[in-house]
Nanobody, 120 residues
């Protein structure tokens, strides 16, 4: 069973920064991709940023240029650096790891989530 443990959430003022970390219970090279999703109250979970095992990244338009996703292979950790935070970034942030099980199927693993609140 894969465990993903997030840390780094909290309360920050608009314009501030936070750094989220996701530690995996096994080598992150075993995942085809890892990333971050978020869910605000009353809204569906949405993609924030992903990074493949090869290092390719993808960002939601709303965070591109402000957030950076990266991998620390030595620590089996994925990091989301969030700068220039806005109140609309307030949400529970979830770490995701994905394993392709066939050409058309995959298996997702999720962390428990960490709360980010952007407010003055």
């Amino acid at each position: 069973q894969v465990q993903l443990v997030e840390s780094g959430g909290g309360l920050v003022q608009p314009g501030g920064s936070l750094r989220l970390s996701c530690a995996a219970s096994r080598t992150i090279f075993s995942f085809n991709a890892m990333g971050w999703y978020r869910q605000a109250p009353g809204k569906q979970r949405e993609l924030v940023a992903t990074i493949t095992s090869g290092g390719s990244t993808n960002y939601a338009d709303s965070v591109r240029g402000r957030f950076t996703v990266s991998r620390d292979n030595a620590r089996d950790t994925v990091v989301l650096q969030m700068n220039s935070l806005k109140p609309e970034d307030t949400a529970v942030y979830y770490c995701n790891a994905r394993v392709l099980t066939s050409r058309v199927a995959f298996e997702d693993y999720w962390g428990q989530g960490t709360q980010v609140i952007v407010s003055s």
